[in-house]
Structure formats: structure tokens, C-alpha cells
């Protein structure tokens, strides 16, 4: 089972500031398959980043995914008020087919 | 638009089952496989299983092998996740989610149903 590591669990900066959270991999991920999360309490998840590093459908360009092997990265350039929440990466491929990481929660400082 | 509205919320007893239905509108329902994933309070999230609508073919998590049956009756573009001998451990919010792309990522979610096992 590849097991997805997220750090830091709490990140707390100010709008406008860079936010810089990261997912590893116990095994390799095959980048086509590594994928980015919001969530903001009581809400379902919302699709950011597909593919390691292609912006999902109406997410703002300050969203940027890089990475690749065991170690990928999600950048928000500057962020926005309504950017405070959860955020998640996943993989898809090995057994079990699917699985998230535990979650960094990105506080307003 | 794509929408997946799941059912209501749920209160079981332990060794219950509980059948959660997530309906489908706005493309296709046999187009695309509905996964389930599952979100305790204050805990990650947790992938159940995959169903294919057009063929009704299924692969489950490991962990529910034995335990979780997932259904669809596409006449009404409904799937339905059912859960057998409930435990309080299975307290969580359940969530159906689809994927449209080719990257193993789910481009589409249900609001999620909460399930609560308490006796």
C-alpha cells in the first residue's frame, strides 16, 4: 500500500503570503496519477490539481502543482481569504486502488 | 450541470446495515465509475470501492471485503453503497465521487451523507 505523507499538518500564514504544502510517497507515484484537494468544513471535496501539476476546470491560476517520483509539492502564490481550509493530495494506481493523505490544514496566522 | 445528490442522514445500531444512494444527473450515467469514500470526524479520507454503471462490475477496498455491496439501478441513474454489521468505528460522512478524466482523480462529489452507528 502506498502510504501518502503530508507536511506541515498546520500551516499558519496572512493572506497574501506564499503557501507551500508537500506529499510524499512511500513508494513512486506515477505523476499522471497524483492529484490535489480542497476542503472547507461541511463541504465535499473540491478538485485542484490532476496529474501532479494540470489545474483542474475554474481553479484560479495561484494554484500550481509540481513534482514527481515520491515527493510533489502544491503552491498557492498568494494567498486569498477564502484559501483557508484542508487540503489533501491523492493517488490513484496501487493497492488499494486509491489513497489520501492524512491532510495540512492552512490557518489564517 | 454534473450534480451527485446523495440521501439523508442516517442513525444505525451497531450490527445494522445502512444503504446510502447517490443519484446522478447532468451526463450520462453509464459513462463513468462511482467511487465511495469515507471521512470520520476529524479524520482522513478513506476510498471504499468502485462500481462501473454500464456493466455493474465492482472492486472493493481490502479493508471492507465481505462487508460493503455496491449497486445501481440505472433506469433512475442511482448508485447505492450498502454496509453491513455497522460498528461505531464506521461512524463517518460517506461521500460518492466520479471521475471524468483519465488521472485516477475525482473531478465530482456528493455532499456527502452522514452515517452514525450508535446503540
Known amino acids: 500500500e502506498i502510504v501518502l505523507t503530508q507536511s506541515p499538518g498546520t500551516l499558519s500564514l496572512s493572506p497574501g503570503e506564499r503557501a507551500t504544502l508537500s506529499c510524499r510517497a512511500s513508494?513512486?507515484?506515477?505523476?499522471?496519477?497524483l492529484a490535489w484537494y480542497q476542503q472547507k468544513p461541511g463541504q465535499a471535496l473540491r478538485l485542484l490539481i490532476y496529474g501532479a501539476s494540470s489545474r483542474a476546470t475554474g481553479i484560479p491560476d495561484r494554484f500550481s502543482g509540481s513534482g514527481s517520483g515520491t515527493d510533489f509539492t502544491l503552491t498557492i502564490s498568494r494567498l486569498e481569504p477564502e484559501d483557508f481550509a484542508v487540503y489533501y493530495c491523492?493517488?490513484?494506481?496501487?493497492?488499494?486502488?486509491?489513497?489520501f493523505g492524512q491532510g495540512t490544514k492552512l490557518e489564517i496566522k | 450541470q454534473v450534480q451527485l445528490v446523495q440521501s439523508g442522514a442516517e442513525v444505525k445500531k451497531p450490527g445494522a446495515s445502512v444503504k446510502v444512494s447517490c443519484k446522478a444527473s447532468g451526463y450520462t450515467f453509464t459513462s463513468y465509475d462511482i467511487n465511495w469514500v469515507r471521512q470520520a470526524t476529524g479524520q482522513g479520507l478513506e476510498w471504499m470501492g468502485w462500481?462501473?454503471?454500464?456493466?455493474?462490475?465492482?472492486g472493493y477496498a481490502q479493508k471492507f471485503q465481505g462487508r460493503v455491496t455496491m449497486t445501481r439501478n440505472t433506469s433512475i441513474s442511482t448508485a447505492y453503497m450498502e454496509l453491513s454489521s455497522l460498528r461505531s468505528e464506521d461512524t463517518a460522512v460517506y461521500y460518492c465521487?466520479?471521475?471524468?478524466?483519465?488521472?485516477?482523480?475525482?473531478?465530482?462529489w456528493g455532499q456527502g451523507t452522514l452515517v452514525t452507528v450508535s446503540s
Open positions: 491523492q493517488q490513484y494506481g496501487s493497492s488499494p486502488l486509491y489513497t
Open positions: 465521487a466520479m471521475g471524468s478524466g483519465w488521472y485516477g482523480d475525482f473531478d465530482y
Open positions: 462500481m462501473n454503471p454500464n456493466s455493474g462490475n465492482t
Open positions: 513508494q513512486s507515484v506515477s505523476s499522471s496519477y
